[in-house]
């Protein structure tokens, strides 16, 4: 369908993309802003498309709000040459609740004001579409477009991981790329509020020696072996760096924000946009139940166990709607679901742990607890949300089973599962035992154990396991 307004809004956004993405990717001095590691990553597929015609074609980039996926695809919108190809930037949020249109409605009015249809196109057309979930169609949308031209390629951002791969069924799966934007990770954070150097190679290493190793010795050797290229890019960072990073610094916006108070409100209100704009897009609760699901979010910080029965009689609602209400904090992004493990490991009916998609989720609800100790206070559960949030990132994608954990009294914080291989994690402060670590492991058999704390890297042959320091962990 024609529509004037629209082509004259397509053509502005063509006009005036180079000088309001310049706005987007620069910090407030005009210096630009540090790029994420995965930028090289989908720079890359760009350059392949470029040069070979290379698949991918469509990469999807979820991500919980405020990861930057927007800056990322004007980095990436920026970088591309500006000669012997096409671009077109478009908020698809912005464009569909002003127009009251649908992407194809987009597409048609582009090809009408250019007068020509895509597959008619002789050289490169870029699409970068923010927010592609504001369409209730966007994956029959892109497997269409993925069919109509091979000159096409799209790079588009969206919701939570988990909710845009649930919306997408097989057939246009085998055409969408996903790429996950995730929170920062600490050595970003270095690279980003102090343009400190990572180690990737590093870090690499310090991840197969973790997740790859054959046993505990293994692990240790490994590890020991990256000790002073470790030790060497800690000596000059502060000790209450690590602190500062958990409570603001796994969103890029916060890192430039000298003001605590303010990043925290910041995360306030990423979680109050997910609440009240993502979630009712996919989900039909009425206002009342939305209204209760900041105080749910309060009273999870609190604990990492949740039980649902307990929690539905505290706010007064039915355990099946607060069951449906975690299902979409999960989707959204804002938590995520360690199952519970108990005899022989198979799913029990215990208490899910839910942890925070990062460890600035619940701080920015701690922190209106208003206590003198309140790092400390916390500081297990944070420290479980920051190993999980590291987890989570780099584990392979084998289903829920991948991490759990295990239920019964004095057991290990979590399990690795994948491939035949599982691994016990526990998480701790201070110097920690390897008492939960064994009363799990005598139950499966479990490669090795690793101890994750503030203690020296340590191994120990009686009882398969590591003590990993956490200054090591957070660098992979």
């Given at each position: 369908?024609?529509?004037?307004?629209?082509?004259?809004?397509?053509?502005?956004?063509?006009?005036?993309?180079?000088?309001?993405?310049?706005?987007?990717?620069?910090?407030?001095?005009?210096?630009?802003?540090?790029?994420?590691?995965?930028?090289?990553?989908?720079?890359?597929?760009?350059?392949?498309?470029?040069?070979?015609?290379?698949?991918?074609?469509?990469?999807?980039?979820?991500?919980?709000r405020g990861t930057g996926k927007t800056t990322l695809l004007a980095q990436l919108f920026l970088s591309l040459p500006d000669n012997n190809m096409t671009k077109m930037y478009l908020s698809v949020e912005e464009a569909i609740k002003r127009f009251d249109v649908d992407l194809w409605d987009i597409i048609e009015n582009y090809e009408d004001l250019i007068g020509k249809h895509l597959e008619d196109f002789d050289s490169p057309l870029f699409l970068f579409l923010d927010e592609i979930h504001y369409d209730k169609k966007w994956a029959m949308f892109l497997k269409t477009m993925y069919d109509k031209s091979k000159k096409v390629m799209?790079?588009?951002?969206?919701?939570?991981?988990?909710?845009?791969?649930?919306?997408?069924?097989?057939?246009?799966?085998?055409?969408?790329?996903?790429?996950?934007?995730?929170?920062?990770?600490?050595?970003?954070?270095?690279?980003?509020?102090?343009?400190?150097?990572?180690?990737?190679?590093?870090?690499?290493?310090?991840?197969?020696?973790?997740?790859?190793?054959?046993?505990?010795?293994?692990?240790?050797?490994?590890?020991?072996?990256?000790?002073?290229?470790?030790?060497?890019?800690?000596?000059?960072?502060?000790?209450?760096?690590?602190?500062?990073?958990?409570?603001?610094?796994?969103?890029?916006?916060?890192?430039?924000?000298?003001?605590?108070?303010?990043?925290?409100?910041?995360?306030?209100?990423?979680?109050?946009?997910?609440?009240?704009?993502?979630?009712?897009?996919?989900?039909?609760?009425?206002?009342?139940?939305?209204?209760?699901?900041?105080?749910?979010?309060?009273?999870?910080?609190?604990?990492?166990?949740?039980?649902?029965?307990?929690?539905?009689?505290?706010?007064?609602?039915?355990?099946?709607?607060?069951?449906?209400?975690?299902?979409?904090?999960?989707?959204?992004?804002?938590?995520?679901?360690?199952?519970?493990?108990?005899?022989?490991?198979?799913?029990?009916?215990?208490?899910?742990?839910?942890?925070?998609?990062?460890?600035?989720?619940?701080?920015?609800?701690?922190?209106?607890?208003?206590?003198?100790?309140?790092?400390?206070?916390?500081?297990?559960?944070?420290?479980?949300?920051?190993?999980?949030?590291?987890?989570?990132?780099?584990?392979?994608?084998?289903?829920?089973?991948?991490?759990?954990?295990?239920?019964?009294?004095?057991?290990?914080?979590?399990?690795?599962?994948?491939?035949?291989?599982?691994?016990?994690?526990?998480?701790?402060?201070?110097?920690?035992?390897?008492?939960?670590?064994?009363?799990?492991?005598?139950?499966?058999?479990?490669?090795?154990?690793?101890?994750?704390?503030?203690?020296?890297?340590?191994?120990?042959?009686?009882?398969?396991?590591?003590?990993?320091?956490?200054?090591?962990?957070?660098?992979?």
């Amino acid at each position: 369908m024609k529509n004037k307004e629209l082509q004259e809004y397509i053509q502005s956004q063509i006009v005036q993309s180079q000088k309001r993405l310049k706005g987007l990717v620069n910090d407030m001095d005009g210096k630009p802003l540090f790029k994420r590691r995965v930028f090289s990553d989908l720079y890359k597929y760009a350059s392949d498309f470029l040069k070979n015609g290379n698949e991918p074609r469509i990469i999807v980039m979820p991500g919980l709000r405020g990861t930057g996926k927007t800056t990322l695809l004007a980095q990436l919108f920026l970088s591309l040459p500006d000669n012997n190809m096409t671009k077109m930037y478009l908020s698809v949020e912005e464009a569909i609740k002003r127009f009251d249109v649908d992407l194809w409605d987009i597409i048609e009015n582009y090809e009408d004001l250019i007068g020509k249809h895509l597959e008619d196109f002789d050289s490169p057309l870029f699409l970068f579409l923010d927010e592609i979930h504001y369409d209730k169609k966007w994956a029959m949308f892109l497997k269409t477009m993925y069919d109509k031209s091979k000159k096409v390629m799209i790079f588009c951002t969206g919701s939570s991981a988990l909710l845009l791969r649930e919306q997408i069924n097989a057939d246009a799966a085998r055409r969408v790329f996903f790429v996950d934007i995730n929170p920062v990770s600490f050595p970003e954070y270095m690279l980003f509020k102090y343009n400190k150097s990572s180690i990737e190679e590093t870090g690499e290493i310090i991840k197969d020696a973790i997740l790859l190793s054959d046993n505990a010795k293994e692990v240790f050797d490994k590890l020991k072996k990256e000790e002073s290229n470790i030790k060497n890019y800690w000596i000059d960072i502060d000790r209450l760096e690590i602190e500062k990073y958990i409570k603001t610094g796994t969103f890029p916006f916060s890192l430039k924000l000298k003001n605590e108070f303010l990043a925290v409100n910041f995360v306030s209100q990423i979680i109050n946009k997910v609440i009240y704009a993502d979630i009712p897009q996919f989900y039909k609760f009425d206002q009342e139940t939305i209204n209760k699901m900041d105080k749910i979010l309060y009273l999870i910080s609190d604990t990492l166990g949740v039980s649902v029965n307990k929690l539905s009689g505290t706010i007064e609602i039915d355990s099946e709607t607060l069951r449906l209400i975690l299902k979409s904090f999960e989707s959204s992004g804002l938590i995520f679901r360690v199952a519970p493990r108990g005899a022989h490991f198979k799913q029990i009916k215990k208490s899910s742990k839910y942890l925070f998609a990062t460890p600035s989720l619940r701080f920015s609800y701690l922190s209106s607890r208003e206590s003198i100790k309140l790092f400390d206070n916390y500081k297990g559960s944070l420290l479980e949300d920051t190993v999980g949030m590291y987890l989570n990132r780099v584990l392979p994608k084998f289903g829920e089973d991948s991490l759990t954990y295990d239920v019964s009294e004095g057991g290990a914080d979590f399990i690795i599962s994948f491939g035949d291989r599982k691994i016990v994690v526990e998480v701790g402060t201070g110097k920690k035992g390897y008492g939960q670590i064994v009363k799990t492991a005598e139950k499966i058999d479990s490669k090795y154990g690793l101890i994750i704390s503030d203690d020296e890297l340590e191994y120990s042959e009686e009882y398969n396991s590591v003590k990993i320091p956490l200054k090591y962990f957070l660098l992979i």
